[in-house]
């Protein structure tokens, strides 16, 4: 996930449908409220669904960038600004307001529109003019994901489901999710060409011709002439095995009689074309020495139709076809994961990281499961779908679940620490509720920027049941919780499975789970005791060692066992 916008949110609160920014300027034309955040400074990144419309002093709106934007295509607008004046006479108000018309101006349309929700967004980080000319200034216009995209999110997971129960996969829906890039997979395909053997044709054969028939031949051709070693001559072949002069009418006595001996002693099947007996010219090599008799035979069918024949032709058949392999561009093992997966397509897929951590666990009991549902994690939801397929009912109490998909797809710049949303929790035994509800929650909102909310999910499904002993956390190595500072309103110790671990575990989650005295789980390995370690102690996961120092956990720089 990309990190689009980063800031620190200060202050929320909501404005009147009117809102009046000065004495004469209504900067909100339509019905809907307007948000305001305060933050330190505004970090925007564009991307295919952000776009920034930035605008200096009495600058117009760049039109250049107004044609990427269709009215029915927007989510979100957010009016960003400075707090600081270089001069108190200033009117912040009536240049906002000043903005906003000229907006208005450049989409028609906009100031009717109730869909959309708005912000405004003061950035407080600065205190002298030429730091605050370097922040952004201007609008920030989020767009909606469309249908097509949203509509790939059930079968990116049916996916990676039947990957992991083993079962068929279809090539035709993983194409279609990699060009909704909703896949970290790449397809190459290349023209390659194979040769297979043509089974209805076959080149004359013969059969029986031990030493004893040589011998035998021998004898009875050097009676015919006693002063010849070796001779060749061209015979046919026909449809019954037998050769035949290849002009009856000027055949001579001698071939005649040679034909004869060859005929009585040597056992022939005819050459097929396309499964049918055809005749054959052959040119017969015979060397005689003082025992046996060697023949060799160099043969040409007679094909129909007056084809020419070609060997490699006749007898195997070329054919191009177009194949494609499947690339992971995530991919990644686990330097003591000896026993990786492989998929149908034969590619190495994602560690079973949460498959074993559960297998590995089975005594844990009425915890509360709080699993992160975002773009990176469907290769372990499937997991979390293999197992619970299988093990809901026996799960010893395990039925409290959070799914958090931080915030909904609401924007970036918008997530306020502790109220960022998108959590849907469900007390469950049933399969068919608990995917239901992991679905709704998947399709309602792919995460955004790279931090997630996991704590307060944790937090909400704490509050629905409060009598759970443990969390299991199953969350994204590579995302840091957004909210690390709401971590000691949890009253029960976590049970992290990190997910996407490739190159060591990300340090915060190590401090994490210090902190809350609980305990982490890997591909291979459970760290019970981490709470327990002290000031410069040292200690290994998936081959990564580990030192305590001045309170955090720093990753030591050690080679690691290929």
């Known amino acids: 996930m990309m990190k689009n916008l980063n800031l620190f949110i200060l202050t929320l609160a909501f404005i009147s449908p009117l809102f009046i920014l000065s004495q004469s300027a209504v900067v909100l034309k339509n019905e809907n409220k307007v948000t305001r955040i305060s933050t330190p400074q505004l970090n925007a990144v564009e991307n295919e669904f952000t776009i920034l419309l930035e605008m200096a002093f009495n600058a117009a709106v760049p039109r250049n960038k107004l044609s990427k934007i269709k009215l029915n295509e927007i989510e979100t607008i957010s009016l960003v600004y400075t707090k600081y004046k270089l001069n108190q006479e200033f009117d912040q108000v009536q240049l906002n307001a000043s903005r906003l018309e000229k907006l208005y101006a450049s989409i028609p349309g906009l100031s009717s529109n109730k869909e959309i929700k708005w912000y405004w967004i003061e950035q407080t980080g600065c205190n002298n003019a030429e730091y605050c000319n370097n922040l952004f200034h201007g609008f920030v216009i989020t767009l909606k994901k469309t249908d097509e995209m949203r509509d790939m999110e059930t079968p990116l997971?049916?996916?990676?489901?039947?990957?992991?129960?083993?079962?068929?996969?279809?090539?035709?829906?993983?194409?279609?999710?990699?060009?909704?890039?909703?896949?970290?997979f790449v397809k190459i395909c290349d023209t390659v060409e194979e040769r297979h053997l043509i089974t209805g044709n076959k080149l004359v054969r013969i059969f029986g011709f031990n030493k004893d028939v040589?011998?035998?031949?021998?004898?009875k051709l050097r009676r015919l002439n006693a002063d010849f070693n070796e001779f060749s001559i061209q015979l046919i072949i026909n449809t019954s095995g037998k050769f035949q002069s290849l002009n009856p009418l000027e055949e001579n006595k001698e071939n005649a009689k040679i034909i004869q001996l060859l005929n009585s002693e040597m056992r022939i099947l005819p050459a097929r074309y396309s499964g049918k007996k055809i005749l054959t010219k052959a040119m017969v090599s015979i060397k005689l020495d003082y025992k046996n008799a060697d023949i060799t035979l160099l043969q040409t069918p007679i094909l129909p139709d007056s084809t020419v024949f070609n060997l490699d032709k006749f007898l195997y058949k070329t054919t191009s076809t177009i194949k494609c392999e499947y690339i992971d561009t995530t991919k990644r093992t686990y330097a003591s994961d000896t026993t990786r997966r492989t998929n149908a397509l034969g590619k190495y897929t994602t560690p079973d990281v949460v498959l074993r951590a559960f297998e590995r666990n089975k005594h844990w009991e009425n915890c509360l499961i709080a699993t992160d549902v975002t773009g990176?994690?469907?290769?372990?939801?499937?997991?979390?779908?293999?197992?619970?397929?299988?093990?809901?009912?026996?799960?010893?109490?395990?039925?409290?679940?959070?799914?958090?998909?931080?915030?909904?797809?609401?924007?970036?710049?918008?997530?306020?620490?502790?109220?960022?949303?998108?959590?849907?929790?469900?007390?469950?035994?049933?399969?068919?509720?608990?995917?239901?509800?992991?679905?709704?929650?998947?399709?309602?909102?792919?995460?955004?920027?790279?931090?997630?909310?996991?704590?307060?999910?944790?937090?909400?499904?704490?509050?629905?049941?409060?009598?759970?002993?443990?969390?299991?956390?199953?969350?994204?190595?590579?995302?840091?919780?957004?909210?690390?500072?709401?971590?000691?309103?949890?009253?029960?110790?976590?049970?992290?499975?990190?997910?996407?671990?490739?190159?060591?575990?990300?340090?915060?989650?190590?401090?994490?789970?210090?902190?809350?005295?609980?305990?982490?789980?890997?591909?291979?390995?459970?760290?019970?005791?981490?709470?327990?370690?002290?000031?410069?102690?040292?200690?290994?996961?998936?081959?990564?060692?580990?030192?305590?120092?001045?309170?955090?956990?720093?990753?030591?720089?050690?080679?690691?066992?290929?």
Request: charged letters at 25%; glycine letters at 8%; a positive charge.
């Open 376 to 562: 990176s994690m469907y290769p372990y939801l499937a997991q979390f779908k293999v197992w619970h397929a299988k093990n809901l009912e026996y799960n010893k109490g395990n039925h409290d679940f959070v799914f958090f998909n931080d915030g909904n797809n609401k924007p970036d710049h918008t997530k306020i620490t502790g109220a960022v949303g998108g959590n849907y929790y469900i007390k469950t035994s049933s399969k068919a509720e608990l995917f239901k509800t992991m679905n709704t929650s998947m399709t309602s909102g792919g995460g955004g920027d790279a931090p997630e909310n996991n704590i307060e999910a944790v937090i909400e499904g704490l509050k629905m049941n409060n009598k759970v002993k443990a969390v299991i956390m199953i969350a994204d190595n590579n995302a840091t919780p957004r909210d690390l500072e709401l971590l000691h309103q949890v009253n029960v110790p976590i049970r992290l499975i990190v997910c996407g671990a490739y190159n060591g575990i990300n340090t915060a989650y190590l401090e994490m789970v210090r902190k809350n005295k609980g305990s982490i789980h890997t591909m291979e390995d459970d760290l019970l005791n981490l709470f327990q370690l002290k000031e410069n102690e040292t200690f290994t996961l998936d081959g990564i060692n580990y030192i305590i120092e001045n309170g955090r956990i720093r990753k030591m720089h050690t080679k690691r066992n290929l």
């Open 214 to 219: 040589k011998k035998k031949l021998n004898k």
């Open 157 to 184: 997971l049916d996916y990676y489901t039947k990957m992991y129960e083993g079962t068929s996969e279809s090539t035709e829906e993983l194409d279609s999710v990699i060009l909704c890039k909703k896949l970290p």
